[in-house]
């Protein structure tokens, strides 16, 4: 099993930006398909970014891939999401997760990813 803690959630302006961390341990960091997800207020949760374990692969969701960019260290077990432009419909809950067995799997789906954080709170304000 491997524990995640993700940081760097606070309240910000629309238009300004954010970089989300998340720490993984209690495991191999670098064979680890890493993904983020975010679950608003009254909605379901919804698939974010994701990055191979080399970092040279990374998937967006559409309402994000020209604003967050996605990124590893692995030599320090960290995976970040740095968030520009934000908009209100970025408010949510940010998670961080990894994926043991990811390769083969739809690396969008929350089912890929065996191990979550506890998530970290973004609200863009206006």
């Known amino acids: 099993q491997v524990q995640l803690v993700e940081s760097g959630g606070s309240v910000v302006q629309a238009g300004g930006s954010l970089r989300l961390s998340c720490l993984a341990s209690?495991?191999?960091?670098?064979?680890?398909?890493m993904g983020w997800f975010r679950q608003a207020p009254g909605k379901e949760r919804e698939f974010v970014a994701a990055i191979s374990w080399s970092g040279s692969v990374t998937n967006y969701a559409d309402s994000v891939k020209t604003r967050f960019t996605v990124s590893r260290d692995n030599s320090k077990n960290f995976v970040y999401l740095q968030m520009n432009s934000l908009q209100g419909a970025d408010t949510a809950v940010y998670y961080c997760?990894?994926?043991?067995?990811?390769?083969?799997?739809?690396?969008?789906?929350?089912?890929?990813?065996?191990?979550w954080g506890q998530g970290t709170q973004v609200i863009v304000s206006s």
């Open positions: 209690g495991g191999t960091f670098d064979r680890l398909v």
């Open positions: 997760a990894a994926a043991q067995k990811a390769y083969g799997s739809n690396w969008r789906s929350g089912a890929t990813y065996g191990d």
